[in-house]
């Protein structure tokens, strides 16, 4: 399984970005596909994931302003991220758990200013 994260770069506070990671590979039907995040000097967080079944859960720092979906067809999610803060700046990483594997694609920097 590979993971491809497009979509990352540097905004100033208060606009939107929409980071994409499209899965390749052996995918099977039921997984759970989300976005980490990791700043400087911190430790990778869970930012938000979406099950198969479209269920979704965020982090409380991202809620109401974070939307995940997902496009099962093209093994695709997505991440919208509007009302950006200078707190949101991260490398954000893909994230794809199926069965008993995870599996990570390469981060995308996301840089909000000011």
């Known amino acids: 399984v590979q993971l491809q994260a497009s979509g990352g770069g540097m905004v100033q506070a208060g606009e939107s970005l929409r980071l994409s990671c499209a899965a390749s590979g052996n995918i099977f039907g039921i997984n759970v596909m989300g976005w980490y995040r990791q700043a400087p000097g911190k430790q990778r967080e869970l930012v938000a994931a979406?099950?198969?079944?479209?269920?979704?859960t965020y982090s409380d720092s991202v809620k109401g302003r974070f939307t995940i979906f997902r496009d099962d067809a093209q093994n695709t999610v997505y991440l919208q991220m509007n009302s950006l803060k200078p707190a949101d700046t991260a490398v954000y990483y893909c994230n794809l758990a199926q069965r008993i594997m995870t599996y990570w694609g390469k981060g995308t920097q996301v840089t909000v200013s000011s």
């Open positions: 979406i099950g198969s079944g479209g269920v979704a």
